[in-house]
T-cell receptor
């Protein structure tokens, strides 16, 4: 089945120690997103890639970076995790089409729960 | 800007009860509307969607109608099951997919 895969499902890192979360997709979608979701809250968009074009949200801290080496893979790098970065990180994909009407749904991976000790 | 407001939870129902979760939106133009469901420890799954006024999205017994006159997209199910216990998010997408806006989520617990 076509899907969005995130690894690992659970990640523990130390305060200030860089960590990388990964996402892969078999849907061949051209748009990939990273969201941060804290407990009992809505997902918050950090950034997205439209093909290779990186789009950062204005309020995303510089501590968060992303890489997309090819269509299938996207990485979230947290350079110096703080206690406030503990959250669920969700990767999502969508396709886009002529006119970018926005009617295409996003497909989410299962998420990576990050703990910072 | 675009935004979504959904009823606060938590909502607790007995099995086979009728469910309504209210969702209203503010948007320019003609957004697409979605309901996503998140089970414990999982990512979000698309439950249903509607892309134009008066469209009805439906899936697994859930349904929602895109009402432009009341700017609403309320989620309903006639008879809930224990397995429907989850958090439900209303969302809208504007002209671009990166413009997805989520409501705060409503936690539903269904008791046997």
């Amino acid at each position: 089945d076509a899907m969005v895969i995130q690894n690992p499902r659970y990640q523990v890192t130390q305060f200030g120690k860089p960590v990388t979360l990964s996402c892969s997709q078999t849907l061949n979608h051209n748009v990939m997103y990273w969201y941060q979701q804290k407990s009992s809250q809505a997902p918050k968009l950090l950034f997205h890639y439209y093909d290779k074009d990186f789009n950062n949200e204005a309020d995303t801290p510089d501590n968060f970076q992303s890489r997309r080496p090819n269509t299938s893979f996207c990485f979230l790098d947290i350079r110096s995790p703080g206690l406030g970065d503990a959250a669920m990180y969700l990767c999502a994909t969508s396709r886009d089409g002529p006119g970018r009407r926005g009617s295409y749904e996003q497909y989410f991976g299962p998420g990576t729960r990050l703990t910072v000790t | 800007g675009n935004s979504v407001t959904q009823m606060e939870g938590p909502v607790t129902l007995s099995e086979e009860a009728f469910l309504t979760i209210n969702c209203t939106y503010t948007a320019t133009g003609y957004p697409s509307l979605f309901w996503y469901v998140q089970y414990p420890g999982e990512g979000l799954q698309l439950l249903l969607k509607a892309t134009k006024a008066d469209d009805k999205g439906s899936n697994k017994g859930f349904e929602a109608t895109y009402r432009k006159e009341t700017t609403s997209f309320h989620l309903e199910k006639g008879s809930v099951q224990v397995s429907d216990s989850a958090v439900y998010f209303c969302a809208l997408s504007g002209r671009n997919n990166n413009d997805m806006r989520f409501g705060a989520g409503t936690r539903l617990t269904v008791k046997p």
